[in-house]
């Protein structure tokens, strides 16, 4: 889960940094009318409880358009045990962090290595094969993995 946010934090940061008088009274306004959902309708917060699987949430921490408790209470409200939160330091611009991965390749790999392992079966299959995921290393056809290039080879 790459940078979650709810509707009312980012609009309350941007009608905030931008000084519109009642902003966030009028965007949210707007918003109804044309969607018939309130800004504060607008969250992953009540959603993530159905998540199953293991999470990574990766965030920028003082991105300028969300605050950090957003980002924590919709982490600490996955219901899973295998989840990890990942704030990205030095920088406060939001769209870094869709970028960040691609220059730090290693801690996505290091983490669905690690969180996405499962036992095989007595037949050495995963046991829900038909449905796995297809970064699970031991279900998936026998290739090697070079993070540095991205590239696949087997």
């Given at each position: 889960?790459?940078?979650?946010?709810?509707?009312?934090?980012?609009?309350?940061?941007?009608?905030?940094?931008?000084?519109?008088?009642?902003?966030?009274?009028?965007?949210?306004?707007?918003?109804?009318?044309?969607?018939g959902f309130h800004?504060?309708?607008?969250?992953?917060?009540?959603?993530?409880?159905?998540?199953?699987?293991?999470?990574?949430?990766?965030?920028?921490?003082?991105?300028?358009?969300?605050?950090?408790?957003?980002?924590?209470?919709?982490?600490?409200?996955?219901?899973?045990?295998?989840?990890?939160?990942?704030?990205?330091?030095?920088?406060?611009?939001?769209?870094?962090?869709?970028?960040?991965?691609?220059?730090h390749r290693e801690?996505?790999?290091?983490?669905?290595?690690?969180?996405?392992?499962?036992?095989?079966?007595a037949n050495g299959?995963?046991?829900?094969?038909?449905?796995?995921?297809?970064?699970?290393?031991?279900?998936?056809?026998?290739?090697?993995?070079?993070?540095?290039?991205?590239?696949?080879?087997?």
């Amino acid at each position: 889960m790459l940078q979650p946010v709810s509707g009312l934090y980012i609009v309350e940061e941007f009608v905030k940094s931008v000084g519109i008088e009642d902003g966030y009274d009028k965007f949210d306004k707007a918003v109804h009318e044309r969607t018939g959902f309130h800004l504060s309708e607008q969250s992953p917060l009540k959603h993530v409880k159905a998540v199953t699987v293991p999470t990574l949430v990766a965030q920028v921490h003082d991105d300028t358009m969300t605050r950090p408790q957003d980002v924590q209470e919709i982490y600490d409200a996955i219901p899973v045990a295998e989840k990890s939160l990942y704030w990205m330091e030095g920088t406060d611009r939001r769209f870094d962090g869709y970028n960040f991965f691609g220059a730090h390749r290693e801690l996505p790999i290091e983490w669905f290595d690690t969180s996405t392992d499962v036992t095989l079966n007595a037949n050495g299959k995963h046991p829900n094969s038909a449905r796995c995921p297809p970064f699970h290393a031991r279900c998936r056809p026998r290739r090697t993995y070079d993070p540095r290039t991205l590239m696949t080879s087997g």
